[in-house]
T-cell receptor, first 113, second 113 residues
Framework: DQQVKQNSPSLSVQEGRISILNCDYTNSMFDYFLWYKKYPAEGPTFLISISSIKDKNEDGRFTVFLNKSAKHLSLHIVPSQPGDSAVYFC????????????FGPGTRLSVLP | GAGVSQSPSNKVTEKGKDVELRCDPISGHTALYWYRQSLGQGLEFLIYFQGNSAPDKSGLPSDRFSAERTGGSVSTLTIQRTEQRDSAMYRCASIGGAGTEAFFGQGTRLTVV
């Protein structure tokens, strides 16, 4: 059973608009989450993280929202830029319980000029 | 700066790649330590620099790990051919002069995917 789900395999957004990428998880022990992106033929790039004691974390154009009761987190990119086109991965960990990260399957974001 | 600075604060890398983690200790502090805090564990000593003496490398877990300290100040911890078990929080601490208090940086959270 997949513990971290990203139900949209792909998403297209117009440049300048908001991109919202969603992630759902099943394990209530997860207490630390992060988003990273990957361009083809390149290594992953860390974007933003959030601990379960928070419900929101912002870094520039990127904001991550965490809804623990719904076991849902989302990444908002505002405004979206063509350079944001990449595959975005959500990862979750029961860090304080000694468990490593579990990764979602990714969502391919295309930002259209 | 006022305290110990580490960069980056978060790093996601692909298995097999090399990573470099940086520590800027408090100016004038002669002793610098690297520790690793693995998932749900306590601090694990890695390496210790004291002035111009040869470093104590007894805590390095494998020959993939190395560290240097240039000019008695900034230190770089290098992990070659990263493995998923290297995922951890890497912390640097410095101690000055005759003081016994260790000042810790905020750490670099390394995730190997």
């Amino acid at each position: 059973d997949q513990q971290v789900k990203q139900n949209s395999p792909s998403l297209s957004v117009q440049e300048g608009r908001i991109s919202i990428l969603n992630c759902d998880y099943t394990n209530s022990m997860f207490d630390y989450f992060l988003w990273y992106k990957k361009y083809p033929a390149e290594g992953p790039t860390f974007l933003i993280s959030i601990s379960s004691i928070k419900d929101k974390n912002e870094d520039g154009r990127f904001t991550v929202f965490l809804n623990k009761s719904a076991k849902h987190l989302s990444l908002h990119i505002v405004p979206s830029q063509p350079g944001d086109s990449a595959v975005y991965f959500c990862a979750a960990s029961a860090w304080n319980y000694g468990q490593n990260f579990v990764f979602g399957p990714g969502t391919r974001l295309s930002v259209l000029p | 700066g006022a305290g110990v600075s580490q960069s980056p604060s978060n790093k996601v890398t692909e298995k097999g790649k090399d990573v470099e983690l940086r520590c800027d200790p408090i100016s004038g502090h002669t002793a610098l330590y690297w520790y690793r805090q693995s998932l749900g564990q306590g601090l694990e000593f890695l390496i210790y620099f004291q002035g111009n003496s040869a470093p104590d490398k007894s805590g390095l877990p494998s020959d993939r790990f190395s560290a240097e300290r240039t000019g008695g100040s900034v230190s770089t911890l290098t992990i070659q051919r990263t493995e998923q078990r290297d995922s951890a929080m890497y912390r640097c601490a410095s101690i000055g002069g005759a003081g016994t208090e260790a000042f810790f940086g905020q750490g670099t959270r390394l995730t190997v995917v």
